[in-house]
Every structure is written in C-alpha cells, then in structure tokens.
C-alpha cells in the first residue's frame, strides 16, 4: 500500500472483488456506489493519496474496472455527526473482533429517523463500542440490516468495514437464513404453506405496504410458515422469510388471514389484555407490541468463512402471552 496521507486516510484497507456487473465501470464511480456515504470526490481524494489500488497497482479515478479485479482502499475519514452514544443495555448473543450479534429488545429503533433521535441501537453501540463499520454512514455504524422497532430478536452489526461489505453481501445474495417466532389471531388453514405474493408501497397509507402486483414499487416477496402450537383463535408460528421486503412477514401473514398478534398496522389492534384470553375482566395488559421476534440468523463468518448462527431466547412479554394462550386457549 502506498504511504497515507497524515489526518487524510484511515489505518484499515478494504477489499473489493469486481463483480461482472461492474465491469467497464469507472474505479470512482465503483466506489462511489459501495460506499454511499462518502462523495465522489472524496474518493477521488482517496484514489489521488495512494489510498486505492486496483491489482496492487495505483490508478486513476477515471479507470475502467474489468471484472475479478481486486481493488484495496483505505477509506478517507469521514468527518461527520454520528448517533449520540447513550448508556443503554444491551442484550449481547456474540462477539468477536469482526462483528456483534444482539438481541434487539422491542422498543428500540434500530437507527436515528424521524421522531426517535434518542435511545436507538446505534446510540446505545456507539457507547458501548469502540469500533464499528462506517459502510451505512454516519447515523448507521455497523448496521448492516435492520428490524423494525416492534420486533425482537438477533440483530447482526459490523465492526470493520470488511465485515460489513461481506454480510451485506450475504443478505443481497439471499445466503443467509432467518427464522421468525409470531403469534398470530385467526386461524390458517394449513399446518406449513409457502406465501407468495409480491409487495409494494400501499396506495394511500403512507406507513404500510401491501399485496400490489403490476405497480413500479413492487418486487416478488416469499415467506415459508409451519405452525408450531394452535390455541382457539390464535397460533404460534414458525416464519422463514426467503427475501426480505419491507415489512413482508407481518403483510403476508396478514394476507392469509391470520395477522401478526397486536399488529396495530396490518391487524387493527396495538394491545391485548389477560381477559380477552381469559374472557373475563382482567384489565392486564399482556402485550402491547407486535408478538413478533427474529428467534435464528445464520450466515458465514465474513473472515473464518465458517457457517455461524446466533439465537435469541423469546423476549418475556411473548413468553407471558404463550404461557396465558396454553392455560386458557388449548384447541
């Protein structure tokens, strides 16, 4: 590698292998599009500092790519405002000095957005971390995908850049495995069924998506289900979603008619108490989330190349509902 620039260049390259897609694409406009968070021009700064090689051999910004290159690069700094860190428990399944898998209780934010600055998994990494991948961009170190903040359950964050690009890589390529628990109301019809049916942006609720086929936003969406325990009106189910759109399983489930319990968008209703499993007037509220949990993920460790998976115990709230639905709801 090239010398670094003082104050210009981080310590810890990165490696790239150019796919078939990107051939005869320009080296800056490559990067560019695997690292959204920095400029072009700064990785033309990056390239122009000795901070890029393509084949071990310094080049220039306007390089076209052949496919099966390699391409080295020590990321520029990127200079700014990241997610406050904030002293917040974490419930740590794994770590090593490549990645972290968490347990993401139910009501945290993944990332900073829109009306919840504060108290997210980002902030509460960002305390507890010293290093972790700047791939996502300033306000998502290391997280390299996400669940929504009703959902419990393993969590995968990047601690180099390395790791990020090689797990985010596994997601895209659908090589990773993930196994949801939910409890549904209703009733499903069958004991194991494969849901396809593809997903779009819904037509007038701006926070849901829905079963929209022919639309400009919709792509192909496949979900597998097997029901582990039935109660009268309700279920415990197995989910392994084969690809990963937004919101897919809760709009799926939905779609078969036996909605994620407590899904205030696709299933009406954002609470239940221990009367309506009891049927009397037991006001105790025994859920207020949506009773869906990501129980397993598994992919290949991004350095060892070992097959890895990390499973997170169901979170009590789900555990009291289960224990009140065997006692007073055995079909």
């Known amino acids: 590698m090239a010398d670094q620039l003082p104050g210009e260049l981080s310590s810890e390259p990165v490696e790239l292998i150019v796919g078939p897609e990107h051939a005869d694409t320009r080296l800056d406009a490559f990067l560019a599009s695997q690292f959204p968070s920095f400029s072009r021009v700064k990785l033309r700064q990056a390239i122009n500092a000795g901070g890029v090689q393509v084949d071990d051999k310094r080049t ?10 390699t391409i080295a690069i020590t990321l520029p700094e990127l200079v700014v405002e990241g997610p406050e ?5 974490l419930d740590i399944l794994y770590e090593d000095d490549h990645l972290i898998a ?10 900073p957005a829109k009306g919840h600055w504060a108290g997210t998994l980002t902030s509460a ?16 170190p290391g997280i ?9 359950g393993v969590i995968v964050v990047a601690k180099t850049d390395q790791a990020h690009l090689d797990l985010a890589a596994q997601f895209e390529a659908r090589t990773t495995e993930k196994e949801y628990t ?13 849901i396809e049916q593809p997903i779009g942006v819904h037509p007038y609720h701006r926070e849901k998506m829905a079963i929209r086929p022919d639309h400009s936003t919709t792509r192909d969406a496949k979900t597998f289900y ?11 189910v197995k989910v392994l979603p084969k690809t990963g759109r937004t919101h897919q399983i809760r709009v799926h489930l939905a779609h078969v008619g036996a909605p994620v319990l407590c899904d205030r968008l696709y299933g009406g209703r954002s609470q239940i108490t221990l009367g309506e499993i009891t049927g ?7 859920l207020n989330r949506h009773a869906l949990h990501a129980r397993r993920l598994s992919v290949t460790h991004p350095i060892t190349k070992q097959p890895i998976e990390f499973v997170a115990p169901l979170r009590s709230d789900m555990e009291t509902l289960l224990t009140a639905l065997r006692r007073h709801r055995r079909a």
Do not use: W
């Open 85 to 89: 860190p904030e002293d917040i428990p």
């Open 280 to 286: 009397d007037d037991e006001s105790e509220v025994l």
């Open 60 to 69: 220039k910004a306007a390089y076209r790519l052949r496919a099966g290159q």
């Open 144 to 152: 390299v995908h996400r669940l929504d903040r009703e959902t419990s």
């Open 226 to 236: 097997e029901v582990v325990e039935r109660f009268r009106g309700f279920a415990l």
């Open 102 to 111: 968490v347990n993401k209780s139910p009501d945290m934010v993944v990332h």
């Open 125 to 140: 990494l960002a305390f507890r971390f010293g290093q972790l991948s700047r791939v996502g961009g300033p306000t998502r």
């Open 182 to 194: 939910a409890i549904v109301i209703g009733s499903l019809d069958r004991d194991r069924d494969v």
